[in-house]
Each structure stands twice: as C-alpha cells, then as structure tokens.
C-alpha cells in the first residue's frame, strides 16, 4: 500500500462503513463463485472448504507483478487490503465480493487487486506470507479463498502445518511453497506495509481503493438506510465520479 493512495482517502473519506454482521452464512453466498467441494484432512481433523474458481474471471499480473482478476482494460480497478485473519474481510469476502464479482468483474468493467496487510497482531503475518508466496507461484485468488473459507478468526492462528496444507489444496507447488514460507522471503516487505499503513492512520481492514478513492470498511453489495453499498461507489466510479 503506497502512503500517497492511503492519504488521498483520509483526506476525503467516503463516509462511515456500515456494522459488519456476523460472520458465519458465508459459504451460501460464495456458491456464486462456483461449485463448494469439500475434502477433509484427517491427521489433524482439519476441514477444509475448496471453492473451484475456474472460468470465473480472466485472472493474471499486471505490469507491475500484481495479482489480479478481471480485464486489463477495466474503467474501475478496486484494491483491498485485507488481514488474512480479519472477520469482517471474511464477511466482506462471503457476502459481497461474490456479488462484485458476478456484477462487475466477470462483465468486464472493474478489474480486483487484493493486498495483504496483516495489522491484527504477529499471528497474521505466517498467513500474509503464505499468500505472497502462493502468488509468487501463480495460486494468489486460489490460496487467499481457501484462507478465507478456513482460518479461523482472529482470536486462533493457523500453523505451518495448516498453511502448507492449504497450499496442497490449492494446487501449488509445495516444495517452492514451502521454501518460500520457511526462507521468509516476503517477511519484510509486509511489515514495512503495515508501517506504511500505521503512519497513514490505517488501522483497520478492510479498507478498499476504487479509482483512486478510499471506501473504509466491510460494506453490504446494495445500499440501505445505513448508508450506501459498495455498488455505489463502483457506478460512481464508472460514471467518473471519485476518481483521482
């Protein structure tokens, strides 16, 4: 997360978010992504939910090496930044972000870049890496769902056993997973994210970018008489309103 992008939103926030709703109805809502499998791994008695994300969007890397999902040619990018153990980044994954995906990203007219910034305590920081390197490996969306439809909240932590596990789940190669993970290749980057992030007054996730503008907090798809949706930022992107 650049400083310059976090300060242009706090200059001019986009209004308060609305209450996140308990987390727990998730997986209903992420059946639009695609048919729920499930497996389970005994040894440890691990669930673990595997959503199949094949045809749902063009996936791939932007020139600067970011993960990304949607057209290259979108009018509206959304960034968000997410903590991998984050409740109400989960609840923002299970009820909104299917919708956005079905809505916009699939028909083309915004392209989604998620960024891991792991501010809720050490315990975050094996996840994020785990992330970083499943990207670096061609597995971003794939890990990062299985993340989200797995690790517990915010109160627990997922060990090296359960990180590498997932990384099985989602098709990437364990042995340069692994190394990746144990060799703490992106350690130090993620934390200098979160310093980023704390001297800009970032303190809580999520928070998202649309064209340049900053949309703090987990947002219902439509809006109500709490405030708008996160659609509303997106069609006021589209007809260039908030952008940079």
Not at 177 to 184: A, E, M, N
Not at 213 to 229: E, H, I, L, S, Y
């Amino acid at each position: 997360m650049t400083k310059s992008a976090v300060k242009r939103g706090l200059a001019a926030p986009a209004g308060r978010p609305r209450q996140a709703l308990a987390w727990g109805a998730g997986v209903a809502a992420v059946l639009a992504l695609g048919a729920l499998l499930l497996a389970r791994w005994r040894s440890n008695q691990m669930a673990v939910e595997i959503l199949d994300l094949s045809g749902t969007a063009e996936m791939g890397l932007t020139a600067e090496g970011r993960p990304y999902r949607g057209s290259l040619e979108a009018p509206v990018v959304v960034l968000s930044y997410e903590d991998p153990r984050c409740a109400q980044c989960q609840h923002f994954f299970s009820n909104t972000e299917p919708r956005l995906l079905e809505a916009y990203i699939q028909t083309g007219r915004v392209r989604q870049e998620a960024y891991l910034l792991p501010i809720l305590g050490t315990e975050s920081l094996p996840a994020a890496e785990a992330v970083e390197c499943a990207a670096e490996l061609g597995k971003f969306w794939e890990y990062r769902q299985l993340l989200f439809l797995n690790l517990p909240l915010v109160d627990q932590r997922a060990g090296r056993d359960e990180l590498i596990t997932y990384a099985r789940y989602a098709g990437v190669d364990l042995p340069a997973f692994t190394s990746c993970l144990d060799g703490g290749r992106h350690r130090v980057k993620l934390q200098r994210l979160v310093e980023e992030a704390a001297r800009a007054g970032v303190d809580a996730v999520p928070i998202f970018v649309i064209n340049g503008r900053v949309v703090p907090g987990d947002r219902p798809f439509a809006g109500d008489a709490n405030g708008p949706g996160f659609e509303d930022f997106v069609e006021q992107a589209l007809a260039g309103q908030g952008d940079e």
